[in-house]
Protein backbone atom coordinates (compact mmCIF):
# COMPACT_ATOMS: atom_id res chain seq x y z
CA UNK A 1 0.00 0.00 0.00
CA UNK A 2 1.02 3.36 -0.87
CA UNK A 3 0.12 6.45 1.32
CA UNK A 4 1.88 9.58 -0.88
CA UNK A 5 3.11 9.11 -4.32
CA UNK A 6 4.57 11.70 -5.77
CA UNK A 7 4.98 11.94 -9.42
CA UNK A 8 7.46 15.22 -11.25
CA UNK A 9 6.37 17.32 -8.69
CA UNK A 10 7.76 20.54 -9.66
CA UNK A 11 7.91 24.18 -7.62
CA UNK A 12 8.74 27.42 -8.55
CA UNK A 13 8.52 30.44 -7.01
CA UNK A 14 8.43 34.02 -8.00
CA UNK A 15 11.38 36.10 -6.50
CA UNK A 16 12.38 40.16 -6.73
CA UNK A 17 9.98 43.06 -6.75
CA UNK A 18 10.71 44.79 -9.98
CA UNK A 19 10.95 41.90 -11.93
CA UNK A 20 10.28 39.09 -10.85
CA UNK A 21 12.31 35.61 -11.64
CA UNK A 22 11.28 31.96 -11.26
CA UNK A 23 13.52 30.32 -8.90
CA UNK A 24 13.04 26.77 -8.92
CA UNK A 25 12.85 25.32 -5.12
CA UNK A 26 11.93 21.51 -6.42
CA UNK A 27 12.35 19.83 -9.34
CA UNK A 28 10.95 16.82 -10.85
CA UNK A 29 10.74 15.18 -7.67
CA UNK A 30 9.19 11.52 -7.52
CA UNK A 31 8.74 9.37 -5.12
CA UNK A 32 6.20 6.92 -3.32
CA UNK A 33 6.04 6.44 0.33
CA UNK A 34 4.67 3.32 1.28
CA UNK A 35 1.86 2.92 4.24
CA UNK A 36 2.61 2.51 7.39
CA UNK A 37 6.37 2.69 9.25
CA UNK A 38 8.31 6.42 9.52
CA UNK A 39 9.81 7.77 6.06
CA UNK A 40 12.55 10.56 6.51
CA UNK A 41 12.86 13.14 4.00
CA UNK A 42 16.55 14.15 4.26
CA UNK A 43 18.42 17.35 2.95
CA UNK A 44 20.31 20.35 3.77
CA UNK A 45 19.11 23.70 4.43
CA UNK A 46 17.50 25.12 1.01
CA UNK A 47 16.99 21.87 -0.07
CA UNK A 48 13.30 21.90 -0.50
CA UNK A 49 12.30 19.60 2.21
CA UNK A 50 9.43 22.16 3.64
CA UNK A 51 7.76 23.16 0.15
CA UNK A 52 7.89 19.74 -0.63
CA UNK A 53 5.55 19.07 2.64
CA UNK A 54 3.87 22.01 1.91
CA UNK A 55 2.79 20.93 -1.38
CA UNK A 56 1.59 17.50 -0.08
CA UNK A 57 -0.47 19.69 2.62
CA UNK A 58 -2.00 21.90 -0.10
CA UNK A 59 -0.65 25.25 1.35
CA UNK A 60 1.36 25.37 -2.13
CA UNK A 61 -0.04 24.93 -5.59
CA UNK A 62 2.70 22.82 -7.77
CA UNK A 63 3.93 24.15 -10.95
CA UNK A 64 3.56 21.23 -12.46
CA UNK A 65 3.46 17.27 -11.61
CA UNK A 66 1.07 15.42 -9.38
CA UNK A 67 0.15 14.80 -5.78
CA UNK A 68 -1.98 11.45 -4.57
CA UNK A 69 -2.20 11.49 -0.89
CA UNK A 70 -4.50 8.54 0.89
CA UNK A 71 -5.22 7.91 -2.50
CA UNK A 72 -7.10 11.84 -2.80
CA UNK A 73 -6.06 15.35 -4.35
CA UNK A 74 -3.71 17.14 -1.51
CA UNK A 75 -6.15 19.95 -1.54
CA UNK A 76 -9.14 17.09 -0.67
CA UNK A 77 -10.97 18.09 2.70
CA UNK A 78 -11.61 14.61 3.30
CA UNK A 79 -7.92 13.98 3.29
CA UNK A 80 -7.23 16.71 5.90
CA UNK A 81 -9.64 14.80 8.51
CA UNK A 82 -7.08 11.70 8.29
CA UNK A 83 -4.05 13.93 8.51
CA UNK A 84 -1.71 15.67 10.86
CA UNK A 85 0.75 17.49 10.74
CA UNK A 86 3.52 19.74 12.56
CA UNK A 87 4.83 23.15 11.24
CA UNK A 88 8.76 23.97 11.18
CA UNK A 89 8.82 26.16 14.59
CA UNK A 90 5.05 26.09 15.99
CA UNK A 91 3.86 28.80 18.08
CA UNK A 92 0.00 29.03 19.72
CA UNK A 93 -1.78 31.51 21.10
CA UNK A 94 0.57 31.63 24.32
CA UNK A 95 -2.38 32.62 27.17
CA UNK A 96 -3.84 29.70 26.46
CA UNK A 97 -3.40 25.75 28.91
CA UNK A 98 -2.18 22.99 26.82
CA UNK A 99 -5.54 21.75 28.17
CA UNK A 100 -7.12 24.33 26.33
CA UNK A 101 -6.00 24.45 23.38
CA UNK A 102 -6.18 20.58 22.75
CA UNK A 103 -9.94 20.97 23.74
CA UNK A 104 -10.30 23.34 20.76
CA UNK A 105 -8.31 21.38 18.33
CA UNK A 106 -10.59 18.04 19.04
CA UNK A 107 -13.58 20.33 19.15
CA UNK A 108 -12.28 21.27 15.27
CA UNK A 109 -12.56 18.30 13.87
CA UNK A 110 -16.30 17.76 15.42
CA UNK A 111 -15.77 16.11 18.66
CA UNK A 112 -18.27 17.50 21.38
CA UNK A 113 -18.87 16.89 25.37
CA UNK A 114 -16.87 14.23 27.02
CA UNK A 115 -15.44 12.76 23.79
CA UNK A 116 -13.37 15.94 22.91
CA UNK A 117 -12.35 16.49 26.42
CA UNK A 118 -11.26 12.99 26.99
CA UNK A 119 -9.43 13.18 23.17
CA UNK A 120 -7.46 16.17 24.40
CA UNK A 121 -6.35 14.68 27.55
CA UNK A 122 -5.39 11.44 25.80
CA UNK A 123 -2.92 13.20 23.41
CA UNK A 124 -1.57 15.38 25.80
CA UNK A 125 -0.77 12.15 27.89
CA UNK A 126 1.13 10.44 24.94
CA UNK A 127 3.48 13.69 24.18
CA UNK A 128 3.83 13.15 28.34
CA UNK A 129 2.56 17.24 29.17
CA UNK A 130 -0.78 15.56 31.62
CA UNK A 131 1.23 16.64 34.68
CA UNK A 132 1.54 20.40 33.19
CA UNK A 133 -1.70 20.51 30.79
CA UNK A 134 -3.02 23.01 33.72
CA UNK A 135 -0.43 25.51 32.74
CA UNK A 136 -0.49 28.34 30.35
CA UNK A 137 1.68 27.89 27.25
CA UNK A 138 3.50 30.80 28.24
CA UNK A 139 5.08 29.36 30.90
CA UNK A 140 6.64 26.23 28.50
CA UNK A 141 10.16 25.87 27.31
CA UNK A 142 11.03 25.01 23.53
CA UNK A 143 10.67 20.84 23.98
CA UNK A 144 7.34 21.41 25.60
CA UNK A 145 5.94 23.73 22.91
CA UNK A 146 6.95 20.88 20.14
CA UNK A 147 5.03 18.74 22.56
CA UNK A 148 1.99 21.06 21.90
CA UNK A 149 2.58 20.72 18.29
CA UNK A 150 2.41 17.31 18.51
CA UNK A 151 -0.02 16.83 20.49
CA UNK A 152 -2.03 18.82 18.05
CA UNK A 153 -0.79 16.92 14.82
CA UNK A 154 -2.60 14.07 16.84
CA UNK A 155 -5.62 14.99 17.65
CA UNK A 156 -7.58 13.19 14.96
CA UNK A 157 -5.91 10.44 15.28
CA UNK A 158 -5.00 10.48 11.58
CA UNK A 159 -3.19 7.74 9.64
CA UNK A 160 -0.85 9.86 8.19
CA UNK A 161 1.45 12.40 10.06
CA UNK A 162 3.72 14.75 8.18
CA UNK A 163 6.32 16.08 10.44
CA UNK A 164 8.64 19.38 9.30
CA UNK A 165 11.67 19.37 11.70
CA UNK A 166 9.69 17.52 14.92
CA UNK A 167 13.51 17.36 16.53
CA UNK A 168 14.93 20.86 16.07
CA UNK A 169 15.99 23.17 19.09
CA UNK A 170 15.65 20.53 21.02
CA UNK A 171 18.08 19.77 23.68
CA UNK A 172 19.13 15.84 23.85
CA UNK A 173 16.80 14.37 26.27
CA UNK A 174 13.93 15.96 24.36
CA UNK A 175 15.20 15.28 21.10
CA UNK A 176 15.54 11.09 22.16
CA UNK A 177 11.47 11.50 23.67
CA UNK A 178 10.79 12.83 20.63
CA UNK A 179 12.34 10.19 18.78
CA UNK A 180 10.75 7.66 21.25
CA UNK A 181 6.71 8.73 20.24
CA UNK A 182 8.05 8.96 16.27
CA UNK A 183 8.78 5.71 16.44
CA UNK A 184 5.58 4.57 18.80
CA UNK A 185 3.51 6.10 16.16
CA UNK A 186 5.13 4.28 13.12
CA UNK A 187 4.49 0.92 15.35
CA UNK A 188 0.98 1.76 15.85
CA UNK A 189 0.96 1.11 12.17
CA UNK A 190 0.33 5.05 11.14
CA UNK A 191 2.18 6.71 8.40
CA UNK A 192 4.92 9.02 9.42
CA UNK A 193 6.76 11.44 7.04
CA UNK A 194 9.52 13.76 8.69
CA UNK A 195 11.66 16.21 7.31
CA UNK A 196 15.19 16.49 9.19
CA UNK A 197 19.12 17.12 8.85
CA UNK A 198 19.61 15.13 11.91
CA UNK A 199 21.10 12.18 10.05
CA UNK A 200 21.84 9.89 13.38
CA UNK A 201 17.78 10.69 14.00
CA UNK A 202 16.91 9.53 10.84
CA UNK A 203 19.31 6.38 10.49
CA UNK A 204 17.62 5.09 14.06
CA UNK A 205 14.14 6.23 13.34
CA UNK A 206 13.17 5.56 9.62
CA UNK A 207 12.58 2.76 7.30
CA UNK A 208 13.20 4.41 4.49
CA UNK A 209 15.11 8.00 3.77
CA UNK A 210 14.68 10.30 0.45
CA UNK A 211 17.55 13.22 0.40
CA UNK A 212 17.44 15.90 -1.22
CA UNK A 213 19.66 18.65 -2.55
CA UNK A 214 18.64 21.86 -4.25
CA UNK A 215 15.65 20.78 -5.18
CA UNK A 216 16.43 17.59 -6.65
CA UNK A 217 16.12 13.92 -5.60
CA UNK A 218 19.45 12.44 -4.59
CA UNK A 219 19.06 9.41 -2.91
CA UNK A 220 15.99 7.06 -2.11
CA UNK A 221 16.12 3.86 -0.32
CA UNK A 222 15.88 1.25 2.72
CA UNK A 223 17.82 2.91 5.46
CA UNK A 224 19.46 -0.79 5.52
CA UNK A 225 20.40 -1.00 2.16
CA UNK A 226 21.87 2.22 1.96
CA UNK A 227 24.31 2.11 4.90
CA UNK A 228 26.68 -0.90 4.69
CA UNK A 229 27.48 -3.07 7.50
CA UNK A 230 30.42 -4.28 6.14
CA UNK A 231 33.53 -3.07 8.18
CA UNK A 232 35.15 -0.05 6.35
CA UNK A 233 38.13 0.29 8.80
CA UNK A 234 39.15 0.33 12.70
CA UNK A 235 39.25 3.16 14.86
CA UNK A 236 41.78 2.61 17.45
CA UNK A 237 42.41 5.01 20.35
CA UNK A 238 45.92 5.16 22.01
CA UNK A 239 47.64 6.75 24.71
CA UNK A 240 51.66 7.43 24.42
CA UNK A 241 53.85 7.21 21.59
CA UNK A 242 54.80 9.29 19.13
CA UNK A 243 52.14 10.81 15.93
CA UNK A 244 55.03 9.66 13.35
CA UNK A 245 55.66 6.59 14.79
CA UNK A 246 52.00 5.64 14.15
CA UNK A 247 52.37 7.22 10.54
CA UNK A 248 55.81 5.25 9.99
CA UNK A 249 54.58 2.31 11.05
CA UNK A 250 51.17 1.68 8.95
CA UNK A 251 51.01 3.88 5.88
CA UNK A 252 47.21 4.48 5.03
CA UNK A 253 46.56 5.34 8.53
CA UNK A 254 45.24 8.73 10.38
CA UNK A 255 46.41 9.88 13.08
CA UNK A 256 44.75 12.33 14.74
CA UNK A 257 46.48 13.80 18.23
CA UNK A 258 43.46 13.70 21.29
CA UNK A 259 43.87 15.81 24.74
CA UNK A 260 46.14 14.32 27.38
CA UNK A 261 48.84 12.69 24.86
CA UNK A 262 46.49 10.40 23.40
CA UNK A 263 45.97 9.21 19.35
CA UNK A 264 42.72 8.19 17.48
CA UNK A 265 44.21 6.08 14.86
CA UNK A 266 42.30 5.17 11.67
CA UNK A 267 43.57 2.26 10.18
CA UNK A 268 42.33 0.64 6.87
CA UNK A 269 40.01 -2.25 6.77
CA UNK A 270 43.09 -4.82 5.33
CA UNK A 271 45.26 -3.74 8.38
CA UNK A 272 44.36 -6.37 11.52
CA UNK A 273 44.00 -4.33 14.41
CA UNK A 274 45.78 -7.16 16.60
CA UNK A 275 49.03 -6.19 14.50
CA UNK A 276 49.19 -2.52 16.08
CA UNK A 277 47.89 -3.76 19.57
CA UNK A 278 50.49 -6.20 19.75
CA UNK A 279 53.55 -3.63 18.57
CA UNK A 280 51.93 -0.38 21.01
CA UNK A 281 54.37 -1.64 24.13
CA UNK A 282 57.46 -1.60 21.86
CA UNK A 283 56.43 2.34 21.10
CA UNK A 284 56.06 3.33 24.45
CA UNK A 285 52.11 3.07 24.21
CA UNK A 286 48.85 1.50 25.79
CA UNK A 287 45.71 0.64 24.15
CA UNK A 288 42.34 2.61 25.23
CA UNK A 289 39.98 1.37 22.84
CA UNK A 290 39.39 -0.19 19.37
CA UNK A 291 35.79 -0.34 17.31
CA UNK A 292 34.95 -0.94 13.59
CA UNK A 293 33.58 2.24 11.26
CA UNK A 294 30.93 1.23 8.79
CA UNK A 295 29.18 3.64 6.10
CA UNK A 296 26.50 5.29 8.43
CA UNK A 297 23.99 7.53 6.82
CA UNK A 298 25.86 10.55 7.77
CA UNK A 299 28.54 9.27 4.71
CA UNK A 300 25.42 7.96 2.54
CA UNK A 301 24.23 11.59 2.47
CA UNK A 302 27.65 13.44 2.37
CA UNK A 303 28.42 11.72 -0.06
CA UNK A 304 25.14 11.87 -2.63
CA UNK A 305 24.80 15.51 -1.41
CA UNK A 306 28.24 16.17 -2.40
CA UNK A 307 27.76 14.75 -5.94
CA UNK A 308 24.16 13.76 -7.27
CA UNK A 309 23.51 11.02 -8.06
CA UNK A 310 20.06 8.81 -9.03
CA UNK A 311 20.15 5.35 -8.70
CA UNK A 312 17.77 3.57 -10.77
CA UNK A 313 14.34 3.72 -10.76
CA UNK A 314 14.14 6.00 -8.22
CA UNK A 315 14.65 9.53 -9.45
CA UNK A 316 13.94 11.04 -12.70
N1 LIG B 1 7.78 31.43 -0.36
C1 LIG B 1 8.96 31.38 -0.95
N2 LIG B 1 9.36 32.32 -1.83
C2 LIG B 1 10.55 32.25 -2.46
N3 LIG B 1 11.45 31.26 -2.28
C3 LIG B 1 11.14 30.29 -1.41
C4 LIG B 1 9.88 30.29 -0.70
N4 LIG B 1 9.85 29.17 0.10
C5 LIG B 1 11.02 28.54 -0.10
N5 LIG B 1 11.79 29.18 -1.00
C6 LIG B 1 13.12 28.76 -1.49
O1 LIG B 1 13.03 27.42 -1.92
C7 LIG B 1 14.17 26.67 -1.55
C8 LIG B 1 13.75 25.48 -0.70
O2 LIG B 1 13.25 25.95 0.54
P1 LIG B 1 12.66 24.99 1.66
O3 LIG B 1 12.12 25.87 2.72
O4 LIG B 1 11.75 24.01 1.03
O5 LIG B 1 13.98 24.23 2.15
P2 LIG B 1 14.20 23.23 3.36
O6 LIG B 1 14.81 21.99 2.77
O7 LIG B 1 12.95 23.08 4.14
O8 LIG B 1 15.33 23.98 4.21
P3 LIG B 1 15.55 24.13 5.81
O9 LIG B 1 16.35 22.94 6.23
O10 LIG B 1 16.33 25.39 5.92
O11 LIG B 1 14.20 24.20 6.49
C9 LIG B 1 15.08 27.65 -0.83
O12 LIG B 1 16.03 28.11 -1.76
C10 LIG B 1 14.15 28.73 -0.38
O13 LIG B 1 14.82 29.96 -0.29
MG1 LIG C 1 12.40 23.58 6.10
Redesign the pocket.
Known amino acids: MTAVRIEGLT ?1 D ?3 GFWRPTP ?1 R ?2 DGLSLEIPAGGVFGLL ?12 LLLGL ?1 RPTSGRIDLLGRPPGDTAVHQRLGFLP ?1 NPTFYDHLTAEELLTYFAGLFGLTGEARRQRAAAVLDRVGLEADRRRPLRGYSKGMIQRVGLAQALVNDPELVIL ?2 PMSGLDPIGRRDVRAMIADLGRDGRTVLF ?1 S ?1 ILSDAEELCDEVAV ?1 AR ?1 RLVLHGRVADLTSRDVTGWHVVVSGGEADHYRAWAPGTTVQPLAGGRYALDLPADLRPETLVTALPSMGAALESVSPRRASLEDVFVRAVGEPVTPAGTAR
Open positions: KFLTKALGPNGAGKSTTLKLEDESHLG
